[in-house]
Nanobody, 120 residues
Framework: QVQLVESGGGLVQAGGSLRLSCAAS?????????MAWFRQAPGKEREFVAQ????????TYADALRGRFAISRDNAKKMIYLQMNSLSPEDTAMYYC????????????WGQGTQVTVSS
């Protein structure tokens, strides 16, 4: 089992940038988990943001976010990151880090989230 703790959220003006971090701890090898970021805005369903392969070589993004957001990981530090640029009020949401075990098809480990608020 892995525990995930997000950080780096906050209040930022439109057009600004933020870098979110997610620290992993617990059992298992961090490099065996596929990792992802999701977000949930008030009154909306949770949506996929980005994912990164176990070795960090492959990334996938939500179509609307590609080019503004960048996911990365450091397996030695058991960390993943989400660099967010050119933020707009529509990016306001709780951002969650998630882990997917090898051989499984769903993300079943989640952090508590970090709030990102973008002011206009």
């Amino acid at each position: 089992q892995v525990q995930l703790v997000e950080s780096g959220g906050g209040l930022v003006q439109a057009g600004g940038s933020l870098r979110l971090s997610c620290a992993a701890s617990g059992e298992g090898t961090f490099g065996s988990y596929k990792m992802a970021w999701f977000r949930q805005a008030p009154g909306k369903e949770r949506e996929f943001v980005a994912q990164i392969s176990r070795n960090g070589q492959d990334t996938t993004y939500a179509d609307a976010l590609r080019g503004r957001f960048a996911i990365s990981r450091d397996n030695a530090k058991k960390m993943i990151y989400l660099q967010m640029n050119s933020l707009s009020p529509e990016d306001t949401a709780m951002y969650y880090c998630a882990a997917q075990r090898f051989g499984y098809s769903r993300y079943d480990y989640w952090g508590q989230g970090t709030q990102v608020t973008v002011s206009s």
